[in-house]
Nanobody, 127 residues
Framework: QLQLVESGGGLVQPGGSLRLSCAASGFTLDIYAVAWIRQAPGKEREGVSC???????NYADSVKGRFTISRDNAKNTVYLQMNSLKPEDTAVYYC?????????????????????WGQGTQVTVSS
């Protein structure tokens, strides 16, 4: 089955860290650009970060300096390291894959713009 599977979410205190994983199953992720997108209750979806097939990265201003996106093609996985977490980071985090991956991620936060979309993982930042 061709799919993306996110993991690593959970409950963390403000200031804490989490690492999210996005693993591809049934296909090779290395030719894809991969985005992390989040949806908080009552808020619009937000593009968090993107990594191209050439390892270029970009970040939303709201997470710049705190989050780091990376990929391990040998493990067919993309990661999102989240440090200095804030309550406003609370959301369901989705990963999504797009090809051709060299030019980057679509500017959209909706599944139809991507080739694959994961099921999401919940991140809750609360004391």
């Amino acid at each position: 089955q061709l799919q993306l599977v996110e993991s690593g979410g959970g409950l963390v205190q403000p200031g804490g860290s989490l690492r999210l994983s996005c693993a591809a199953s049934g296909f090779t992720l290395d030719i894809y650009a991969v985005a992390w997108i989040r949806q908080a209750p009552g808020k619009e979806r937000e593009g968090v970060s993107c990594i191209t097939s050439g390892f270029s990265t970009n970040y939303a201003d709201s997470v710049k300096g705190r989050f780091t996106i990376s990929r391990d093609n040998a493990k067919n996985t993309v990661y999102l390291q989240m440090n200095s977490l804030k309550p406003e980071d609370t959301a369901v985090y989705y990963c999504a894959a797009h090809t051709p991956g060299y030019f980057g991620c679509p500017g959209s936060v909706w599944p139809k713009a991507y080739d694959f979309w994961g099921q999401g993982t919940q991140v809750t930042v609360s004391s």
